[in-house]
């Protein structure tokens, strides 16, 4: 006399878990590219629920990059695969890696020598899966770098497509969570270089109060000007480059550059720890310092 009909989210606490109950999450251990696979793995999973890389057009693979043991307990999160990550990840006896800049990119010489070969005889040697998102994870609504980085400045991006610009949606715009504006652009800098604990490259064009912001994480130069379309008085990302000092003085548009590496500290750990709460995972955040 009834039927009850709904979709994963409203049949399951998460989308994640609806995986499960739809029967396709695999029971036999995880051999993501093997021909008999019989289901999806947990970091698949949880990779295509939150992140959705097939909506991007990207630089290098999102996803599993390096494959490691079948059974994960503890994920170790980080921005850059680097050597050092890798081996405090060892050390910490991770069983999965998930970082923002991954091992492999568009254009590369395709050869494993060097510092590459050394990366990839860590990992291997100790069967230590890497997972790595980039544009992804930029752009999460809620978990991304853009996102995180908003919560740790204090900012709000404004309702809707109103809030987003840019190349793929990738920006951010936005305004303080009090609703209040910066008293100029000196004022925003000393509070960006507060929170973040680094120093800020600011290029002001001695404009008045501060309040329609525009962010984007890491190397974002080349989203100033779409910025500027969308109407807002400063922009906030990693790094300058030398034609964007002077686009700022002639637009009247303040520019801060906070670092690379500073400005996408914070998107890996939140979705790492969003997913090993999920799954009862352990999880630990490890930040390699880099001064770019």
Known sequence: DAAL???????????????????????APCRPYDLHRDGLSIGEAAAFALLEPARFSDY???????????????????VTANRALI?????????????????FWRGQQGTVTGWMKQRLA????????????????????????NA??????????????????????LGFLGRREDDGAFADARALAAHVKKRLNRPVVLVDP??????????????????????????????????ISEPQANVARECGVAYLACGHHASERYGAPA??????????????????????
Request: with cysteine; proline share 2%; hydrophobic share 50%.
């Open 271 to 292: 979705v790492a720890a969003h997913v090993a709460a999920q799954f009862g995972l352990a999880h630990e955040f490890i930040d390699i310092d880099n001064p770019a």
């Open 5 to 27: 009909v709904g979709g994963v989210d409203s049949l399951c606490l998460t989308t994640l878990y609806g995986f499960h109950s739809l029967q396709l999450v695999s029971a």
């Open 206 to 239: 001695s404009q008045g109060a501060i309040e329609r912001i525009a962010w984007c994480t890491g190397g974002a130069q080349g989203h100033f000007e779409a910025a500027i379309a969308a109407g807002a008085q400063a922009f906030i990302t990693g790094e």
């Open 87 to 103: 081996e405090a990840a060892i050390a910490a006896r991770a069983d999965a890696i998930f970082v923002h800049h991954g091992l």
């Open 122 to 145: 860590l990992l291997l040697g100790a069967d230590i899966n890497l997972f790595a998102y980039h544009l992804p994870l930029d752009a999460h609504p809620v978990l991304g770098n």
């Open 148 to 169: 995180q980085l908003g919560r740790v400045l204090g900012l709000a991006a404004l309702d809707g497509a109103a809030g987003r610009f840019g190349e793929q949606g």
């Open 60 to 78: 290098g693979p999102n996803g599993l990059q390096v494959e490691g043991r079948a059974q994960i307990g503890k994920i170790v999160s980080g």
